[in-house]
Antibody, heavy 122, light 105 residues
Framework: QMRLQESGPRLVRPSETLTLTCTVS??????????WTWIRQPPGKGLEFIAN???????YFSPSLKSRVSISADTSKNQFSLKLKSVTAADTATYFC??????????????WGPGIPVTVSS | DIQMTQSPSSLSASVGDTVTISCRAS??????VHWYQQKPGGAPKFLVL???RFKTAVPSRFSGGGGGTEFTLTIDSLQIDDCATYFC????????FGQGTRIEI
């Protein structure tokens, strides 16, 4: 059974860079249909796609966050990471990592991590 | 981006009721629209496909339908365990979610 687990700081100061890591077990990061994704949810609000990465290195970003976001993968550790720079209070959210299955009969985020709450505050 | 607009934003129903949530896309969707269930403090859980095929792990009283720009999630015989927020999601152009519909019983 595939499992994803987010890790990283829960408190970040304004203007700093947030770095989060997702550790995947039960599935290889090089799995062909898998896009490894970061999604966030501000308190009491909806879900927002941030970025994802495909095993070939293809990356996709939310247009509204693209200038501040980078995503990378470490296949030796089966982990992928998100960096969000110049954070503000508006970046306070629960951050989820998820697997997007690009198989023709799926096209869905079928596995999710439990989420990590991140607060931006001085 | 394709914007996804859900309605209603919340609803209250009784056990045994049938409820329908709507999701309107800002442009025609060619691929599937998916639905997710999220309970307080938890991660979203993938529910059904918009062409009404659904995962074996999902109760058969959940079904999805629609096409083009209009999509629905219907829950038959509502149960206490269905209290949650439901989100629609498209993957035609990047990935976007609806703002959510909270179901209270």
């Amino acid at each position: 059974q595939m499992r994803l687990q987010e890790s990283g700081p829960r408190l970040v100061r304004p203007s700093e860079t947030l770095t989060l890591t997702c550790t995947v077990s039960g599935e290889s990061l090089t799995s062909i249909p898998s896009y490894w994704t970061w999604i966030r949810q501000p308190p009491g609000k909806g879900l927002e796609f941030i970025a994802n990465i495909y095993h070939r290195g293809d990356t996709y970003f939310s247009p509204s966050l693209k200038s501040r976001v980078s995503i990378s993968a470490d296949t030796s550790k089966n982990q992928f990471s998100l960096k969000l720079k110049s954070v503000t209070a508006a970046d306070t959210a629960t951050y989820f990592c998820a697997r997007y299955d690009s198989s023709a009969d799926s096209l869905a985020f079928d596995f999710w991590g439990p989420g990590i709450p991140v607060t931006v505050s001085s | 981006d394709i914007q996804m607009t859900q309605s209603p934003s919340s609803l209250s129903a009784s056990v045994g009721d049938t409820v329908t949530i709507s999701c309107r896309a800002s442009d025609t969707i060619i691929n599937s629209v998916h639905w997710y269930q999220q309970k307080p403090g938890g991660a979203p859980k993938f529910l059904v496909l918009s062409n009404a095929r659904f995962k074996t792990a999902v109760p058969s009283r959940f079904s999805g339908g629609g096409g083009g720009t209009e999509f629905t999630l219907t829950i038959d015989s509502l149960q206490i365990d269905d209290c949650a927020t439901y989100f629609c999601q498209q993957s035609d152009r990047l990935w976007t979610f609806g703002q959510g519909t909270r179901i209270e019983i």
